[in-house]
């Protein structure tokens, strides 16, 4: 596989929970670019990386933990991209169904038409099958909280970030580790410790304190294809770090 590039962290603007909103809303408002347009460009890479973290995909055994919001879609664009790469999938939702937003049902239907078995926790497994399931898992991605996430994690999301983090398998976090404050890096409740985390767009100021750091091991950035001018229109100053592909290593 082709080492990534290296880009310093200080080489780019970190941001915030409300400045990343901005962000999303200025590409799809202002820039055409759609939630599923991004989340299809953020589940690739994911997925890319995934594989360098096995040390290949075929027959690896993967369990993604998916949240019903855009974050739990870009694990599952990764989920579809690691079933065609030979990986054993399993897909554990937090949430029914019905409450995954749009673009990510949309990419749930499409597993579900690939044989990819997903399940709902506390539904359709038992205590006993997830700690079962996660226990046989090479990697753990961890798509179930991203940076819009309201307060510390509740419910089944809270019961699967604990399940995960007693499991002690190795987690790849898409965005932040979920239960991290992309803001502070603090906790405030359930969180994983990611051995690896792939933040997307642009560094979450939160993963660049210590307790972010602590909790985010190595860091990755992704392109999701959002160009200068939109950061320029954000007020952020962007040299884009993706002229050798759209995954780097953050130093």
Request: aromatic share 2%.
């Amino acid at each position: 596989m082709k080492t990534l590039a290296r880009v310093r962290v200080t080489d780019l603007p970190a941001v915030g929970a409300a400045e990343m909103l901005e962000i999303d809303r200025l590409a799809v408002e202002n820039f055409g670019i759609s939630l599923a347009q991004m989340m299809e460009l953020a589940g690739a890479s994911l997925a890319r990386l995934a594989g360098q973290a096995m040390g290949g995909t075929r027959g690896k055994r993967v369990t993604i933990l998916t949240g019903p919001g855009n974050n739990g879609g870009g694990g599952l664009v990764a989920a579809r991209h690691l079933a065609n790469r030979g990986a054993e999938l399993h897909v554990v939702l937090a949430q029914p169904v019905a409450r995954l937003h749009a673009a990510a049902k949309e990419r749930l239907l499409t597993l579900i038409e690939m044989q990819v078995l997903c399940c709902v926790v506390t539904w359709d497994l038992a205590d006993g099958e997830l700690e079962a399931q996660l226990a046989a898992s090479d990697l753990l991605i961890d798509a179930l909280l991203g940076y819009s996430a309201d307060g510390p994690p509740r419910g089944p999301v809270s019961e699967l970030l604990e399940q995960a983090s007693r499991s002690s398998r190795p987690v790849l976090s898409l965005d932040l580790p979920s239960g991290v404050d992309p803001d502070s890096g603090k906790v405030d409740g359930a969180a994983l410790t990611a051995a690896t985390t792939m933040t997307i767009a642009l560094p979450k100021r939160g993963l660049l304190t210590a307790s972010g750091r602590e909790r985010a091991g190595d860091l990755y950035l992704a392109d999701i294809g959002l160009p200068a001018a939109l950061y320029a229109r954000a007020g952020l100053h962007f040299t884009d770090p993706f002229v050798d592909g759209p995954l780097v290593r953050l130093d």
